[in-house]
């Protein structure tokens, strides 16, 4: 089968828009706007449909590890944050086989046409796409061109025009003179802009057991996870357990393939729960409960977006069902839950109860399988699924589980020689 990659990307995006717009008070759906004016600019330059698509891949995903360090790395490390987030950020992107070349997109989007950016390169010592991802990041975060009105058209072009060999290189300034008109404006406005990015990022399509999509599952299992220390293995290792136990059942590699993508994407709508109510020491309220599970319906929101992901996105949003049709966000029960939907629920109990969270310490095999089984005696989860597990598992709540060799390249690449800026 073969999946849209470029809306599955989009959607990993919009999470982290919205995670960035918590965190850092950056505007809402900044890294579409910014992709969608790199597609216009490159276009310009006469950039081919692949550079395009490379280029739009990283201008998404410009500040995707600003979750996994700015997270971590208080304001005192200043300057530091800045090129870390461009080091780490052009790692991400490496992980994908981009279609095209994208050494330096992501390492040099902070950088000034004068030398006077974050590795002090100057016009013509970082590459061009790299030039019009910053140059469309300085626009958007200057002006409101989420909701920009046509009259402040020539103040923007002016600031453009001004900013030529200053902060600005002399082919971005070319290119964003070219593209930015009314249309533009009208076509950047947040009601606009997913229309404008279907219509401006080239498709990408690849077969669901592609490195591509493995690579993107496990990068999108690290985004998710690094949005709390207390989760920064969870998604990850469910998707190496969801993996596991596809093997154990025999699964072809398409199905395979599959289940490993639902399991590393179900928490994909929990970038958008506040980060005060995820770690929440002691018991929620009722409404910050109804909030935690906004976040089961925010994975079935996204990922419906995604063509070719119809299976895979059932699977992801029912994890928090439960088989007497009192979870959540569905309400569905066991007449309608499968195999797989059930597999995750169970994986995702295992794993949330394996692993330290605010409220309760890490705990072994044995007693993370007696509260799988208690749950499975209430009729809440498959007893069959639990048993299976307990086969499995064995040994892989002490120590992590690897990850599936499709996606261990990318996973290793990721980890090597790089500091955990994580607190132990
Ligand atoms: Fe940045
Ligand atoms: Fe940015
Ligand atoms: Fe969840
Ligand atoms: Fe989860």
Redo the contacts with the bound molecule.
Sequence with gaps: MMIRVDQLIRAVATALDIIESELFGVRTNHGKRVAVLCAAMGRRLGMSESAVAALTTCALFHDSALTEYMLYLTEQSGKAGLYLHCIYGQRNVDLLPLPDNAEGLVLYHHERADGAGAFGRGEGEFPVGAALIAAADTLDVHFPLQNMSGKYLEKLRAHVASEAGKAFTRDAVEAALDVLDGDMLEQLRDEHILETAEKLIPPWFAGMEDAAVYRLAALAARIIDYKSVF?KQ??MQ?ANRAWLMAGYCNYTPEGRAQLYLAAAL??LG?LATPLHILEKPGALTGAEFEIIKNHARGTHDLLGTVGGLEDVCRWASE?HEKLDGKGYPFGRGADDLDYNSRLLCCL?IY??VCEARPYHASRGHKETMEILMGMADKGLVDGDIARDMDRCMEGYAERPLPPPPQAAEAVDAALSGLPDPLPA
Excluded: A, E, L, R
Aim: hydrophobic letters at 10%.
């Design positions: 989760t969870h998604s469910i179900h928490d929990k994890h995702d794993q949330g």
